[in-house]
């Protein structure tokens, strides 16, 4: 039974890191409908950043996150600013090809850098060991997952409820032409989604540094994984992100706890989540807190 527990906080863990990602992701869909195939490369730049701070210019860890968070949301933001901003009005299609491109650019631009294979490890600045209860543990990388996580989300439900501009994007994804005729600036808000969801994917990144280390694919694997989170979740829903993480960062532990040994080579914790994306897209296509929308014919 501890070896269930253990796998089950390990899950949240990992949970709170997929929800953590998620948000970027369903900020800027809730914005401007847009599904960013480049988010697990925004992860891997602020997590990235950070080290090159830290590693190479000797600054402490905490200074050299504060630094990424801040560097992945001007990248985020211009990134909109420059690629994406043109393309308003046009297919949904041509965005999303836009993404995919910009993943591949994104790629190649940190396969130059010294960081684009290979394993890196952030500097020590948490104590060793962590905490034990009953037989489970959970390390302090973990318990600052969980803790991260727990902060970030407060501070935007925070920001969507009680600032101006976060009830400015809330009233966008309601309703474009509405808040544009309330002198909502639709654009402002879609670049602000955008540097919203480069603060979220490098803070995912960090603790994921914190937890296992630094590597270019695991990183970018990560976003790829957001994807069955958030059509469990919702694609434009914030707590169906926490939720849709949670649980796949529970579904993917106990898989490969108890099923990888009855499956050769293992691996059923990678791909269980897409298993569940498929089922949630066969019973409930718009997710567990999707709003369903009606199209008039």
């Known amino acids: 039974m501890s070896y269930f527990f253990q796998l089950l906080v390990s899950g949240i863990v990992v949970g709170s890191v997929y929800a953590l990602a998620a948000l970027g992701f369903v900020l800027i869909y809730k914005a401007s409908r847009v599904i960013n195939f480049a988010h697990g490369h ?7 950043t950070a080290y090159a701070l830290a590693a190479s210019l000797g600054l402490s860890v905490w200074i050299a996150a504060a630094i990424a968070l801040v560097f992945t949301a001007i990248v985020g933001y211009f990134t909109e600013r420059v690629f994406l901003k043109p393309l ?23 396969h130059l850098t010294p960081y684009g294979s290979g394993n890196f490890s952030l500097p020590g600045f948490l104590p060793e060991g962590g905490v034990s209860f009953a037989g489970i543990s959970v390390s302090y990388p973990q ?17 969507f409820q009680r600032s101006t501009i976060g009830i400015a994007m809330r009233a966008v994804a309601d309703d474009q032409m509405a808040s544009m005729s309330l002198g909502v600036s ?20 960090l603790i994921v540094g914190a937890i296992s280390g630094l590597n270019l694919e695991g990183l970018v694997g990560i976003g ?47 791909v269980f989540p897409f298993l569940v994306l498929l089922l949630v897209l066969w ?11 009606i199209e008039r014919v």
């Open 143 to 159: 318990l600052l997952a969980v803790v991260f996580t727990g902060v970030f989300l407060a501070a935007f439900g925070w920001f």
């Open 283 to 293: 019973f409930k296509p718009h997710g567990l807190f999707g709003t369903e929308e």
């Open 186 to 205: 639709v654009e402002k808000v879609f670049a602000l989604a955008w540097a919203a969801a480069g603060i979220t994917a490098a803070a995912a990144g």
């Open 42 to 48: 925004f992860i891997a730049i602020g997590a990235f």
């Open 88 to 110: 308003v009005g046009q297919p949904i299609i041509s965005v999303i090809m836009v993404t995919i491109g910009l993943a591949s650019v994104f790629g190649g631009l940190i």
């Open 224 to 270: 790829l994984k957001v994807f069955p989170v958030v059509i469990l979740g919702g694609l434009d829903s914030i707590p169906g992100a926490v939720v849709g993480g949670i649980i796949i960062g529970i579904l993917e532990n106990l898989a490969a706890g108890y099923l990888d040994a009855y499956i050769p080579g293992g691996g059923t914790g990678d």
